[in-house]
């Protein structure tokens, strides 16, 4: 008889993404369209030479370089394995069995996932009718025993925002006891001015912690490497339940090397941008319902279509992410790649009443 597993995590669904067929055009899980540079790619092959040795454990250059471009002590900066690890760590680090968290929905699918995993109810507050955060509904859903809320913002799948004013009224609301997680995933990607920095609000406060990545505007998702920016209590607590040596030798040379680049991670994400507004508008354009999007996708409210928009696309060479009967979110691609999926769904557009 196999050993069982825990029966609380017998509900957790697999994380499944479909088949990638030779060829497919892959526009289902918001990586950069472009390879690193030379640059880093250099970095990363130096740094295998030396893949016999562990890393340093808490990554102290990548850590001080951060903390020097971002103006924060190095206190305030802890890395992982990815900022999806970080949230994990988060949740490990400040819920307890039976305590809750609360986050919207749809956003980023592994919230309740690790809640779970910890033995925490996840609280999942619906966005508005414009697929935004609703933070009057997520103030509300707070109660004693909830110790973490996230906010995704540009949120991932739909891409919208929380503006600084209505931010601001948020966290000037949320008890000092509860810790406010800002995942802020796709942040090189805005071009709303309105869209707050949350390191700087991290720094009024004494319960919030920010949340980034390399593996979207820096072309590092294999890599696998992130970085939370917090108090310094915040910080350490996130640091102690880390995996040892989780941030590999490798992911500490690219993050390096990455940093040195910014003018070029700058300018790639000008493309991303460009194509993301030709998409948007030729969707609109078409019929589509597409939420003002501020990261590296779109999202497509297809509700009840959503599984055959995803078939057809997949018959058309497409790769897109189905997200049940919600809608589907499309990765921005190099631009012929956007060319071939404005095909597809126009001929979607004709093809389905």
């Not at 001080?64 to 990815?82: F, I, N, Y």
């Not at 699918?109 to 009057?136: I, K, M, Q, S």
């Not at 294999?222 to 339940?241: D, E, H, N, Q, W």
């Not at 910014?262 to 300018?267: I, K, P, Q, T």
């Amino acid at each position: 008889m196999a050993v069982p597993i825990r029966a609380d995590l017998a509900g957790i669904p697999d994380y499944i993404i479909p088949g990638q067929p030779p060829g497919a055009i892959l526009l289902n899980s918001n990586e950069g369209p472009l390879a690193p540079p030379p640059s880093l790619i250099e970095a990363i092959t130096r740094a295998a030479a030396e893949s016999h040795r562990y890393p340093t454990w808490f990554s102290d250059e990548l850590v001080s370089r951060l903390a020097d471009r971002l103006g924060v002590p190095e206190q305030w900066v802890t890395v992982g394995c990815g900022s999806v690890s970080l949230c994990q760590q988060l949740i490990q680090a400040y819920c307890a069995p039976g305590d809750e968290i609360v986050c919207a929905w749809r956003s980023f699918e592994a919230y309740p996932v690790f809640a779970r995993v910890a033995g925490v109810t996840a609280r999942t507050v619906p966005l508005d009718p414009e697929h935004r955060h609703d933070l009057d509904a997520m103030l509300a859903a707070i109660t004693p025993v909830t110790r973490i809320v996230f906010v995704c913002n540009p949120n991932n799948p739909t891409g919208t925002v929380v503006r600084a004013d209505a931010l601001r009224r948020f966290l000037d609301e949320v008890s000092s006891d509860v810790l406010v997680v800002l995942d802020e995933a796709y942040r090189e990607f805005l071009t709303d001015p309105d869209v707050p920095d949350g390191i700087p609000l991290a720094r009024e406060r004494e319960n919030v912690a920010v949340l980034r990545t390399f593996s979207k505007a820096y072309a590092l998702a294999g890599v696998r490497i992130g970085y939370c920016v917090a108090p310094p209590p915040i910080a350490a607590g996130t640091a102690k339940v880390g995996v040892p040596f989780a941030v590999s030798r490798l992911a500490q040379a690219a993050g390096l090397a990455a940093l040195e680049h910014a003018d070029e991670v700058a300018a790639r994400c000008e493309t991303v941008i460009r194509e993301r507004e030709r998409l948007s508008a030729a969707m609109r354009e078409a019929g589509h319902d597409v939420p003002p999007s501020q990261a590296n996708f779109l999202w497509l409210p297809l509700r009840d279509r959503s599984a055959r928009f995803g078939e057809h696309c997949a018959e058309n060479g497409i790769m897109v992410r189905v997200f049940g009967k919600d809608g589907v979110r499309v990765t921005v691609g190099l631009p012929e790649e956007n060319d071939a999926f404005l095909r597809a769904a126009q001929s979607f557009a004709h093809a389905v009443p």
